[in-house]
């Protein structure tokens, strides 16, 4: 499922072939993939207005519009499980195609931005107000408001286990399943530790692992182990390559030697080493 880092570079690849663009007209193909609008409404609400920006907050992609120079409001889109984004030629409709927008440039050329997804759990939705849609999301984790200082008192604050909160969108945005596993296979720390427990120096540990682990996947276009992510460009990110723990299950470690071992945290499949990230121990009662 698209993280951070996926979700990162396709906002960055589409950018450059859709600002600046008019869109002159939608098509939907799966009225659901609009979050509740008709394709009636959505179209009327995205029609002759220009991208003004492409950006990305948590997993969310911002296709940010205006007209006469004003803000329009802003198309929300998530991949969950397997959307994409492409941009291609103003024709025709592709396998898997959900909503379409159709785009002409400033020299009145022709393109089409695709929103594909197979398993159909993905979005693509106008939001007249998308701060308030949004805010309900903790900070970004490669952004100036994730400092370790920040981390380690919202840590201490925590009864919850490092994993679920981690993957909670409310207390810091755009981590899934492989970046947590990754980060936490690097501090050091087991995905069932209590955050509120976690010692000051783990939890600077967990904070740089988090940024270098993101920072990484970004810089290699995100991760593709399955057949599913694709950047815009039609290719397969690279991070897979530099997994240490997460679909490793059987491999060994590649700081201890024994064998990672999967379990299921929160009904999620969790990677990691049984040696370098010890169980916490048990409370007594
Ligand atoms: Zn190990």
Not at 11 to 40: F, K
Not at 161 to 167: N, S
Not at 224 to 243: A, I, K, M, V
Not at 247 to 267: E, M, N, S, T
Request: charged share 30%.
């Amino acid at each position: 499922m698209p993280e951070l880092p996926e979700v990162e570079t396709t906002a960055a690849l589409v950018r450059p072939h859709v600002v600046g663009r008019r869109i002159v007209g939608s098509e939907v193909g799966w009225v659901r993939t609009l979050g509740g609008a008709s394709p009636e409404a959505f179209d009327e609400a995205v029609r002759g207005a220009v991208i003004a920006a492409v950006e990305r907050r948590a997993k969310w992609i911002l296709i940010e519009l205006e007209r006469r120079g004003r803000a329009a409001g802003t198309i929300l889109c998530h991949l969950r499980m397997t959307g994409r984004l492409v941009v291609d030629a103003d024709a025709g409709t592709q396998p898997y195609e959900r909503v379409a927008l159709r785009l002409e440039g400033p020299g009145r050329e022709r393109s089409r931005l695709r929103f594909l997804d197979v398993r159909k759990f993905g979005r693509f939705r106008f939001e007249p107000d998308p701060a308030a849609f949004l805010s309900n999301l903790g900070p970004e984790p490669l952004g100036p408001g994730f400092t370790a200082e920040w981390f380690r008192a919202a840590l201490r604050r925590r009864d919850r286990a490092l994993k679920p909160l981690l993957l909670d969108q409310g207390f810091l945005a755009g981590l899934g399943n492989i970046y947590v596993d990754e980060s936490l296979f690097r501090a050091g720390l087991h995905p069932l530790r209590l955050a509120s427990r976690v010692p000051r120096d783990r939890a600077d540990a967990l904070h740089a692992a988090i940024r270098e682990v993101l920072a990484a996947a970004v810089e290699r276009e995100g991760s593709s182990f399955d057949t599913f992510y694709r950047t815009p460009e039609g290719q397969p990110g690279q991070y897979q390559h530099l997994f240490q723990v997460y679909g490793r299950d059987g491999q060994p470690c590649p700081r201890c030697g024994r064998a990672v071992k999967k379990l299921v945290v929160g009904q999620r499949g969790t990677h990691i080493c049984t040696r370098c990230q010890p169980a916490p121990r048990r409370r007594s009662r």
